[in-house]
């Protein structure tokens, strides 16, 4: 009973300041900024040495995606902490519209553990020890991690989702909490159905976002024909410097049309094939199909270097 009376005043005496944690630093971090600076050169050498119009093309958005998507990365990952401040508890950065914000009375328990970290978020798929981003656990299902070292790290358990965070002074947050009555506990717990309707929607998103996309292919350059914007005959393929491939308008329509209708029949494989994984793996089944997005992409932006050498 003394001891619950000092944790209960220890409590009262922080209840409104507040109690700021660093994450714990991440090791990692110099193998992934290595990884991303190998990456870019390889595709600035690519860039460099090819003449295929495509292929240029592609490494231009290849580069610009990973230098942007770097920056931001690194950029969440320097200003990332947590903080505890009138009963809530805040996973902040200097991006302000990506903070979380936890209900301390709606955290159920907290579990401290030491894991390697397998289907996991963003740099979880470079290091099982570091993870940013939403990822999987087993025994817990979904969770959204904030994790810089696995070494040191909490899970926190909602009645509504999963969080995992690695504060330095592990220690003084895990009695933080228990100041406020969250007990530590290790319990197995099966997949939210919230996460299973998400992951089906995300399923469904991306079936149409690569309909989308097909439906573009094919009524681009339709419209163009009918509008006579095209010309009689249009570059096929480049060979060299100086060799040049043209087709008739027709034939090149054709091909647009059937290479359309293979990449949707392959949206719908994969779709049917990602319903059936689903039984397995009831999170990420949705990351099948991205197979036929990223052909579909591939298609569009030929025809856009195709639409491009003809306008400009």
Do not use: W
Request: glycine share 4%; no cysteine; charged share 20%.
């Amino acid at each position: 009973m003394r001891k619950d009376v000092l944790v209960n005043v220890t409590v009262k005496k922080i209840g409104g300041i507040k109690m700021k944690f660093i994450p714990e630093k991440a090791k990692t971090v110099n193998g992934i900024i290595a990884t991303v600076v190998l990456a870019i050169m390889v595709m600035y050498i690519i860039l460099r040495t090819t003449d295929n119009i495509l292929t240029k093309s592609l490494m231009f958005i290849l580069i610009g995606t990973l230098l942007v998507v770097s920056a931001f990365f690194f950029a969440f990952l320097k200003t990332l902490y947590y903080e505890i401040e009138e009963e809530i508890l805040k996973i902040r950065s200097i991006f302000s519209f990506l903070d979380i914000l936890i209900p301390i009375p709606q955290i159920l328990y907290y579990t401290e553990k030491i894991t390697l970290l397998n289907q996991s978020g963003l740099a979880g798929f470079i290091s099982k020890r570091f993870s940013v981003g939403t990822g999987y656990i087993e025994g817990m299902g979904k969770v959204d991690m904030y994790i810089t070292s696995s070494k040191k790290t909490i899970f926190i358990v909602t009645e509504e989702a999963n969080y995992a965070i690695s504060p330095a002074n592990m220690e003084e947050f895990s009695k933080l909490l228990k100041g406020y009555g969250i007990k530590e506990q290790i319990k197995d717990r099966d997949v939210l159905h919230k996460d299973v309707t998400e992951s089906k929607m995300k399923l469904n998103q991306i079936f149409l976002l690569n309909t989308v996309v097909i439906l573009i292919q094919v009524g681009v350059p339709i419209t163009l024909y009918y509008l006579r914007k095209l010309p009689e005959y249009i570059l096929s393929t480049q060979i060299g410097n100086n060799m040049l491939s043209f087709v008739p308008t027709k034939i090149y329509l054709d091909r647009i049309v059937g290479y359309a209708i293979i990449a949707f029949i392959l949206s719908v494989i994969f779709y049917a094939l990602s319903l059936i994984y689903a039984k397995y793996d009831k999170i990420y089944f949705y990351r099948l199909m991205l197979i036929p997005v990223i052909i579909a992409f591939l298609l569009l932006l030929s025809l856009s270097n195709t639409l491009i050498s003809i306008f400009l």
